[in-house]
């Protein structure tokens, strides 16, 4: 008999804020996921209800989104899920992208991410 494992990298000990801020918003999309689709209720949710999911679940991927980068990872995962989202959409993309164009910058240039600012 053949054992198959799947290996997979152990989580960090701590996760960095931008971590915690992904996971945020995944759990706040799950909820909202599992709350509409909840058999037990096959009149799903009530306006009210979609309301507060949405409010939560676009707070969540916000906060992300405007978090700053500090590797290629996450750049790499930012810009899939702002595609997967379709961000260019929101009333706040022009913030959104303000950040991700220092996100580049900071990876781009690392020494004058580092440097203090003059001002």
């Not at 494992?5 to 996971?23: C, G, K, Q, S, V």
């Not at 996921?33 to 949405?54: I, Y």
């Not at 405007?66 to 379709?86: C, F, M, N, V, Y």
């Amino acid at each position: 008999m053949t054992v198959t494992t799947l290996r997979t990298e152990p989580p960090a000990a701590t996760p960095d804020e931008f971590e915690r801020l992904y996971r945020a918003w995944r759990y706040a999309k799950a909820a909202w996921d599992l709350a509409d689709n909840d058999p037990a209720r096959p009149a799903g949710l009530s306006e009210e209800e979609r309301d507060a999911h949405c409010e939560t679940e676009h707070a969540a991927l916000m906060a992300f989104l405007l978090h700053p980068i500090s590797t290629a990872e996450q750049l790499a995962r930012k810009t899939r899920i702002i595609r997967d989202e379709g961000v260019w959409g929101f009333s706040e993309a022009h913030k959104i992208f303000e950040q991700v164009a220092r996100d580049t910058r900071t990876l781009a240039f690392p020494r004058l991410a580092k440097a203090p600012s003059a001002g």
